[in-house]
């Protein structure tokens, strides 16, 4: 799920029945809409690793051959208890059903001593599995935790397998299953889908979300090496004929050559420069150099085909500036440059006003930024539809 707004009124998400399953289940009741926008994957190219030699955590990220999000997940307490178990998905479709609707779990110790500092308030029996991995617990024990969590002594009891619950595990594995529930979780905090092989060995939220961080590094470090590829060569949406159906602009001020894609929220438009720029006679002598105002224009009318694009006669219609802010140059555009230009809107469209981030790149490179807003406005009325007129005598 993409593009959520998720609002609270209290200090954090209520535990229900200590899973996630309640929350997909609401999410569906809801419904969704598929978007037009691709999404914005982050693909494992190398290895990402995280450890704490104080916790036992071990974090590892590999690529997968076919590009799949894939999880394993082992955890072992050193307890007779839990022993050592093991959990994966190696398909989104299995999280609902297998992953989603187990809870999470406690040692009944740890229970005691959050219990007695007042918090898991909202921690019950009900839902969350509690394990009892120490011999020899008493009935004076059980009679104190029933008091600390409000039950009655008769409904506390510790099963064979160790679980003081009132219900049975839904799966043998339930702990490992929602340990692997947590990274999923934490995961999603790093704002892009990832596609690779997670390993985690003895996880925590702590790990999960050192190990995210890792993760959101290695993303940082990718766009600032790669930048914006965009494959030029491949067939326009408009060529340039399409374009001066749409924009009025004409020699020498139409400084876009094609625009490659459009979106309900995105247009990426190229501009192809070269040494027969009029502009480069002046700008400069033996050291030519595209104007930055230049740069602004040509994004402007990049915006102005989206914007155009919206309504269904474009040939009437006008786009003219409103404002720019946050302009930013960042390297020179020369002859034999192609520039890429990539605009989004921040604001929906409304009354004709069009808001959008645009930046201009230069072999993967940003080369320009800057935020723009221009209306559109009707020119002229439409010609009338000629119609024929017929009369019988």
Known sequence: ????????????????????????????????????????????????????????????????????????????????????????????????????????????????????????????????????????????????LAKIIGREYKDVEIRRNGVL???????FNEPARHKLLDIVGDLALVGRPIKGHILAARPGHFGNTSFAKRIKEAIRAERKVVGFQYDVNKEPLYDINAITKMLPHRYPFLLIDKIMEITGERIIGVKNVTMNEPFFQGHFPDNPVMPGVLQIEAMAQVGGVFALSQVPDPENYTTYF????????????????????????????????????????????????????????????????????????
């Open 165 to 171: 619950n009132t219900t049975d595990l839904k799966f």
């Open 322 to 393: 409103l404002k720019i802010d946050g302009v930013r140059f960042k390297k020179k555009v020369l002859p034999g440059d192609t520039i890429v230009f990539k605009l989004e809107l921040l604001t929906p469209i409304r009354r004709g006003i069009v808001h959008m981030k645009g930046i201009a790149y230069v072999a993967g490179q940003p080369a320009m930024e800057a935020e723009m807003m221009a209306q559109i406005a009707r020119d002229k009325a439409p010609a009338p539809v000629a119609t024929k007129a017929t009369a019988t005598v």
């Open 1 to 144: 799920m993409d593009n959520c707004l998720i609002q609270l009124t209290g200090p954090e998400l209520p535990i229900l029945d200590g899973s996630s399953l309640p929350y997909v289940e609401a999410i569906e009741s809801v419904g969704y809409e598929e978007q037009d926008a691709e999404r914005d994957y982050f693909i494992l190219k190398e290895p990402i690793w995280f450890e704490t030699k104080e916790r036992g955590t071990e974090m590892l990220g590999v690529p997968t051959p076919g590009g799949e999000f894939r999880l394993t997940v082992m955890v072992d307490y050193n307890s007779p208890v839990l022993g050592t178990q093991h959990a994966s998905m190696y398909r989104n479709e299995e999280f609902k059903t297998e992953i989603a609707p187990c809870r999470t779990f406690v040692f009944l110790r740890e229970l005691e001593q959050l219990a007695k500092a007042g918090l898991i308030k909202g921690g019950d029996l009900d839902n969350a599995i509690v394990l009892e991995d120490r011999e020899g617990t008493t009935k004076d024990q059980l009679k104190e």
